[in-house]
């Protein structure tokens, strides 16, 4: 496969994996569907961080167009254009990463939940197999937002396995650009 048509094939999976880290973000400010904990202040630290919104989404995506670009004949289909996608590949590897840490740190940590009068993170502390994430049973300790252990659970995850593809696919991209760089795009005009 010749560099821009791989480079074509990264960007265009990263649209979809930029899109999903923004809406699982979005949702996660949200849980139960519901506003006022939002409002309130009532969400669960890492979701401020917005690893979804700003890492894995907008650090991705504007690479990802950039990306894109390299791949068709043209400004940016030339070795100088494919020298630049090193770098933009490196701001979506660096935007992957940072989605992939916040969404760790809020799997381990777990949620900001109600525990019978007072909002608390209660499984941050908890270790071995007492950890919320193998004891299940742990999930009732939070009475408010309903399900936020499982809605917490399946976003953070979420988050977790589309950063960890968005920075294997832009590390391609890095190596798939110095080739371009030293070797050009091979692509070629069609009449």
Not at 6 to 22: H, K, W
Not at 45 to 71: D, F, N, R, S, W
Not at 151 to 172: D, R
Request: glycine residues 12%; positive net charge; contains cysteine.
């Amino acid at each position: 496969m010749c560099t821009g048509k791989c480079s074509r094939f990264i960007a265009v999976a990263l649209y979809p994996l930029a899109v999903i880290s923004i809406i699982c973000n979005i949702v996660l400010f949200f849980p139960d569907g519901d506003v006022t904990y939002a409002k309130d202040g009532h969400i669960t630290e890492e979701v401020k961080y917005m690893g979804g919104l700003i890492g894995g989404g907008v650090m991705v995506l504007l690479p990802a167009l950039y990306i894109h670009l390299t791949g068709k004949q043209g400004c940016c289909g030339n070795r100088c254009g494919m020298f630049l996608s090193i770098a933009f590949a490196a701001v979506g590897v660096a935007g992957g990463l940072y989605s992939l840490i916040v969404a760790a740190l809020g799997l381990q940590n777990g949620p900001l939940c109600k525990t019978v009068l007072i909002w608390t993170t209660p499984f941050k502390e908890l270790t071995g197999d007492n950890n919320y994430l193998k004891n299940d049973k742990l999930w009732s300790l939070c009475t408010e937002p309903k399900n936020i252990v499982q809605f917490n659970l399946g976003l953070f995850g979420t988050l977790l396995a589309t950063s960890c593809l968005q920075v294997i696919l832009c590390a391609i991209q890095m190596i798939n650009g110095l080739f371009g760089c030293l070797c050009g795009t091979c692509n070629k005009e069609v009449l």
